[in-house]
């Protein structure tokens, strides 16, 4: 089973940017498809971005296109989530997680593995 680590959470106020990074480990990252999610306090949790296996196709939640990209450096088994003008509604544990699939979904229940998440916190 792969294992994840999340980093790079950390308190910003509100318009700047931040860089998620996601180690996996395994030989096989280069053929899973990733994703990023969050979890905001009282709320579930939601999509945010995902990239599949080659990094040639990638999917965004609406809230967050346009701010965020999702990329993978498959040679350092790493994928990222760059995060621009972040707005306080941004303030979520992140967690990345993967699909045994070289497709991205959208779709929670199609990722088998997760990270323990890193906070981000926006301030206004």
């Known amino acids: 089973q792969v294992q994840l680590e999340e980093s790079g959470g950390g308190l910003v106020q509100a318009g700047d940017s931040l860089r998620l990074s996601c180690a996996a480990s395994g030989r096989t990252f280069r053929t899973y498809a990733m994703g990023w999610f969050r979890q905001a306090p009282g709320k579930e949790r939601e999509f945010v971005a995902a990239?599949?296996?080659?990094?040639?196709?990638?999917s965004y939640a609406d809230s967050v296109e346009g701010r965020f990209t999702i990329s993978r450096a498959n040679a350092k088994n790493t994928v990222y989530l760059q995060m621009n003008s972040l707005k306080p509604e941004d303030t979520a544990v992140y967690y990345c997680?993967?699909?045994?699939?070289?497709?991205?979904?959208?779709?929670?229940?199609?990722?088998?593995?997760w990270g323990q998440g890193t906070q981000v916190t926006v301030s206004s």
């Open positions: 997680a993967v699909r045994s699939s070289i497709l991205a979904s959208k779709r929670e229940a199609d990722f088998g593995s």
């Open positions: 990239i599949s296996s080659s990094g040639g196709g990638t």
